[in-house]
């Protein structure tokens, strides 16, 4: 049997920002959740990725768009943070 030795790599950490420049989350107070930016480099760091921005203006009802916001609200009714209320409100949850 052949026993291989991993080595780790120091990667730097990403930081979760919210403020500056290259930001990819939005401050509580303007409705918490990633910006189209984040949505962006998450896709181009994870391929096949489907994650999208958050439904925010007005839709049909039966809509794709209609079921995903409808599936948010569903999955964050138990969020009680500063941060999930305010996504929850970002979403018309």
Known sequence: MVVQEVKTINMPRIRKT?????????????GAGMTAKGVREYRKKNPGSKLKTAVTGKVKPGSKAAKRRKSFCARSKGWKSKRGLAARRRWKC
């Open 18 to 30: 919210t403020k500056g420049k290259g930001r990819n989350f939005r401050t509580v107070k303007e």
